[in-house]
């Protein structure tokens, strides 16, 4: 078994459009295997560094390591193949679109600036209500799910409601901006 999560956070970010990433094996067998080794991809402009073997799992024991995949600007996977002493097996990493995202420094005005240059075709909105408590967790709530980083900070958000993140994704040759800004009235929830 092949458990994969991402590693956010400072000194984790991989260089260009990489993801860091913590593999876990499991052996999930009554006996020992022996020479686990995973291939990078040799197709698909996928690369993978950090692979390393692993001699012997002795069952229900696991083992870590820590990957990069750089899958650039538009593949959304990483097929790879787990070799053993018993044989090979394929397996696909799945790279979702919210950890492709690159956490920006933002000044508040650059924020606000860049944010109206958005307006319109580039623009999502949605309206929520939040529930009991869920005020206080939207900073932490907004950072577990997209891979950002805070322009306001969290106290700037238990006063005023408003708080504001910045990223970037590459899509081709330019990175493009990713903005979020969430307005909340904290007596309301919505």
């Known amino acids: 078994e092949i458990l994969g999560s991402f590693v956010r956070g400072p000194g984790a970010m991989a260089p260009g459009t990489s993801m860091s990433m913590t593999l876990t094996l499991r052996n999930t067998k009554d006996s020992v295997i022996r020479r686990v080794r995973i291939n990078p991809p040799k197709a698909g402009g996928v690369k993978v560094t950090g692979l390393t073997e692993i001699a012997e799992l002795a069952p229900n024991a696991s083992a870590t390591m820590q990957i990069n995949v750089d899958a650039g600007a538009s593949t959304r996977e990483a097929k790879l193949d787990v070799r053993t002493g018993a044989g090979t097996y394929s ?25 109206k240059a ?33 322009v306001t900070s969290e106290a700037a958000w238990q006063d005023e409601g408003e708080g504001k993140w910045a990223g970037s994704i590459t899509k081709g040759a330019m990175p493009e901006r990713v903005l979020i800004t969430v307005t909340a009235d904290k007596s309301t929830g919505s």
């Open 118 to 150: 958005l307006q319109g075709f580039n623009e999502g909105k949605g309206k929520f209500t939040l529930g009991s408590g869920g005020f206080e967790r939207v900073p932490t709530t907004v950072l577990e799910t997209v891979n950002v980083m805070p």
């Open 91 to 115: 397996a696909t990493l799945s790279l979702p679109l919210e950890e492709t995202i690159r956490p920006s420094a933002m000044s508040v005005d650059n924020f606000v600036s860049a944010a």
